[in-house]
């Protein structure tokens, strides 16, 4: 956690660095939002790190965009590009909604294959996986705790006293978060996938080697 008085490009930047600075090895995947800025720091701090598109953003910017009476066929569609069960399949399914819906909803259509290669990368890791790094929805919650206490607040005398209670806030809510079980043969696909982008594997590297992992760790939104 780390303060910044915008979601700029810079502030992005610095905070990234500062967490490459204090040990973060490359990971093999981050999570975020479509934020411009943010996904300009990324690819410029962890070019090598497959970069995912938040489903929960995605799929409400596309909904957005499609009148009430079609919403729920249009979100089944969507789920189906999601919950594919390969990256290659996720690829011909998005193709074939995009051609079902193009003419029906351009704009949402748009808005689906905007950085569509982003939104299907979670595909590309072992199965199990895939829901605990497809969305942001893990740090969200996290927010959603910090604006119910911030509110009754009226003001905060110094930034530090705002991020004792941010800090506090969080790590509670951390305390609730679910650990992700690597198996053996899943620890195997996640190091040939990291070698094949050029990210050390091994225990100094840029995969931590051991049983359980904080899902906290393997996303940054």
């Not at 499609?66 to 919950?83: I, N, Q, S, T, W």
């Not at 110094?158 to 209670?165: A, D, G, P, Y």
């Not at 225990?203 to 051991?210: F, M, T, V």
Request: some cysteine; proline content about 5%; aromatic content about 6%.
């Amino acid at each position: 956690m780390t303060l910044g008085n915008k979601g700029s490009y810079s502030c992005w930047l610095e905070m990234l660095r500062d967490m490459v600075a204090r040990g973060l090895k490359t990971p093999l995947t981050l999570t975020s939002d479509g934020a411009p800025r943010l996904l300009r720091a990324i690819e410029e701090v962890f070019p090598r790190s497959l970069r995912i598109r938040c489903w929960a953003h995605k799929m409400r910017n596309v909904l957005d965009k499609v009148p009430d009476e079609a919403r729920a066929e249009v979100k089944a569609f969507l789920e189906a590009v999601r919950d594919a069960p390969t990256h290659e399949a996720g690829q011909q399914v998005a193709k074939e909604v995009l051609e079902r819906f193009g003419k029906r909803f351009p704009s949402a259509m748009r808005s689906l294959s905007d950085d569509l290669e982003a939104s299907l990368v979670h595909l590309k890791v072992p199965v199990r996986h895939h829901k605990c790094i497809r969305t942001t929805n893990l740090i969200e919650r996290s927010f959603v705790e910090e604006w119910r206490r911030t509110k009754t607040i009226p003001y905060f005398l110094t930034e530090k006293s705002c991020l004792k209670l941010v800090y506090a806030t969080v790590w509670r809510a951390s305390m609730r978060w679910q650990r992700v079980r690597i198996s053996e043969l899943e620890r195997k696909q996640l190091a040939i996938l990291a070698r094949s982008l050029g990210i050390d594997p091994s225990p100094g590297g840029g995969i931590r080697q051991k049983e359980e992992f904080d899902e906290k760790t393997s996303s940054v939104a």
